[in-house]
Nanobody, 114 residues
Framework: QVQFVESGGGLVQPGGSLRLSCAASGTIFSIYAMGWYRQAPGKQREMVAV???????NYADSVRGRFTISRDNAKNTVTLQMNSLKPEDTAVYYCNGSPASVGWGQGTLVTVSS
């Protein structure tokens, strides 16, 4: 079973950028849609962005125009470029299939604060 390891989080000021990476322990080629999700303190996990084989993407309204999801099936990685970060983007970020197909990893914490 494929497992995912997220990295790249950290503390950033409002307006800053971060690039998150998701490394899979196996091939992601067979996973039609891959997604980034986030869970803020006291809130439910939510979908942030989805990318499908073939390249089509969907974004949550709250991040559209600021975040970009990409995948590299040859390297079994999924990335999330986050620009113009806002304090409300503070959360633990996870990757998984869409819908989620395996257990959740540890995630990577993103904190947007001045």
């Amino acid at each position: 079973q494929v497992q995912f390891v997220e990295s790249g989080g950290g503390l950033v000021q409002p307006g800053g950028s971060l690039r998150l990476s998701c490394a899979a322990s196996g091939t992601i080629f067979s996973i039609y849609a891959m997604g980034w999700y986030r869970q803020a303190p006291g809130k439910q996990r939510e979908m942030v962005a989805v990318i499908r084989n073939g390249g089509s993407r969907n974004y949550a309204d709250s991040v559209r125009g600021r975040f970009t999801i990409s995948r590299d099936n040859a390297k079994n990685t999924v990335t999330l470029q986050m620009n113009s970060l806002k304090p409300e983007d503070t959360a633990v970020y996870y990757c998984n299939g869409s819908p989620a197909s395996v257990g959740w990893g540890q995630g990577t914490l993103v904190t947007v604060s001045s």
